[in-house]
């Protein structure tokens, strides 16, 4: 299965776009978007997190590679003086992410296109920053990708990492999980190699942070609650992963549990090559 068809074939968009504007007539907050569309683990909270690092970067001009259903996306266009760029493979998603920026309040256009992260349609040095959240690891050759950040963006630009690394047990890895129905679909290098591709791509690692023991809590947290209202109405990531959601889920604590996976944020700037 490609990993376009794992993302968006589950995923009926009028039937959602519907029920988005029955139950907020006057826009859904970013808030109120948050079950559906921060497809990451550790949700908005996680997201915000990211935004405090901004704030200090202060970037003009920021690439996400990897937007999905644009919820980071949306929180980043908050700031008026940031332009925003994201790219994802899966063109349903990208469509989707344009239709729901319409139904909030005010209504946002975000400048997203449908392009593989391995060859980016940019100029060299066009952004003052990079973004992956939970999209890096569906990438096959992450040296290619690093690359690529490497060309487009700026000799001192910032590249922020918040992804799924392999963890010490890559044996007890249960599928499916969110973003891969099994192993040909997800691409975890461990923290070391991560570290160690980063630096023979001339980014120096400023900042490692594992956010694993949060990850987990936030995973525990939410499944509690998606239990307590399980209903076909409810926003929740299975309108947009389909019904294995349900196996999803306790897979991610598994996992997480097992030390199949870590949750990771990285934070880095471009040096002279
Ligand atoms: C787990 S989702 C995360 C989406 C979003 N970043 C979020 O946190 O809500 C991973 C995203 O990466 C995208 N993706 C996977 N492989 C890609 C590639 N080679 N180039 C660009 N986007 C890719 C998928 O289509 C999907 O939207």
Redesign the pocket.
């Known amino acids: 299965m490609d ?2 068809q794992h ?1 968006s074939h589950h995923t009926d968009e009028t039937f959602l776009l519907q029920q988005l504007r029955e139950r907020y007539p006057d826009g859904p907050s970013l808030y109120q978007l948050a079950p559906l ?4 683990i550790g949700g908005i909270k996680a997201s915000e997190k990211l935004l405090l690092q901004l704030e200090q970067l202060k970037p003009a001009r920021i690439l ?6 644009g ?2 996306m949306r929180m980043l266009t908050t700031n008026k003086s940031t332009e925003v760029v994201g ?4 063109h349903r ?1 990208n469509r989707l992410n344009r239709a729901i920026s319409q139904l909030t309040a005010p209504a946002t256009s975000p400048d997203v296109l449908t ?4 060859q980016l349609p940019f100029v060299d040095n066009s952004f003052d920053c990079i973004i992956f ?3 890096l ?3 096959p050759h992450t040296d290619l990708c690093l690359q690529e950040c490497r060309r487009v963006l700026n000799s001192q630009g910032s590249l922020l990492l918040h992804e799924v690394l392999q963890g010490p047990n890559p044996d007890s890895m249960r599928y499916p999980v ?2 891969a129905s099994g192993a040909t679909q997800s691409h975890l290098i461990t923290f070391e190699a991560m570290r160690d591709l980063l630096q023979q791509n001339n980014f120096q690692l400023e900042r490692a942070e594992n956010w694993s023991d949060e990850a987990l809590q936030w995973r525990q947290r939410q499944a509690k609650k998606e239990d307590s209202v399980k209903s076909t109405s409810n926003l929740s990531p299975a309108k947009i992963l389909g019904k294995t959601f349900s196996q999803m889920g306790p897979n991610v604590i598994a996992n997480l549990n097992a030390g199949a996976v870590e949750v990771w944020q990285l934070s880095c700037h471009g040096q002279k090559g």
Do not use: K, M
Request: a negative charge; one cysteine or more.
């Open positions: 990993i376009d993302y569309d921060q497809l990451h996400e590679i990897g937007s999905g259903i919820g980071l790219i994802d493979i899966t998603f392009c593989d992260a391995r959240q939970h999209s690891l569906n990438i969110p973003w």
